[in-house]
Nanobody, 122 residues
Framework: QVQLVESGGGLVQAGGSLRLSCAAS????????MGWFRQAPGKEREFVTA????????HYADSVKGRFTISRDNAKNTVYLQMNSLKLEDTAVYYC???????????????WGQGTQVTVSS
């Protein structure tokens, strides 16, 4: 069983930055691929970015490429999402997820955090 706890969300002006963290309670953290998804009101949960267990492989949604960066610290059982140049359309609840393969698909992730709200204002 993997428990995930996100933190770092909040209110930020457009153009600003935030860094989200996701702490995992599992001894074998480095064996899990980690992903970030987001869900805006009235919309489906969508893929944002993912990283392999060894951090050698990353994927990004086109909408965040060049602005967001995923990273992980396996010694701290934590994955990060650095979000720069935030836009109004980035407003959503952000979820981290753990799975056995690096994937853009929600069904490939077995464990989910409770989510953290990111609100971008004009």
């Amino acid at each position: 069983q993997v428990q995930l706890v996100e933190s770092g969300g909040g209110l930020v002006q457009a153009g600003g930055s935030l860094r989200l963290s996701c702490a995992a309670s599992v001894r074998t953290f480095s064996t899990y691929a980690m992903g970030w998804f987001r869900q805006a009101p009235g919309k489906e949960r969508e893929f944002v970015t993912a990283i392999s267990g060894s951090a050698t492989n990353t994927h990004y949604a086109d909408s965040v490429k060049g602005r967001f960066t995923i990273s992980r610290d396996n010694a701290k059982n934590t994955v990060y999402l650095q979000m720069n140049s935030l836009k109004l359309e980035d407003t959503a609840v952000y979820y981290c997820a753990a799975g056995k393969i690096v994937s853009r698909l929600r069904q490939d992730y077995n464990y989910w955090g409770q989510g953290t709200q990111v609100t971008v204002s004009s």
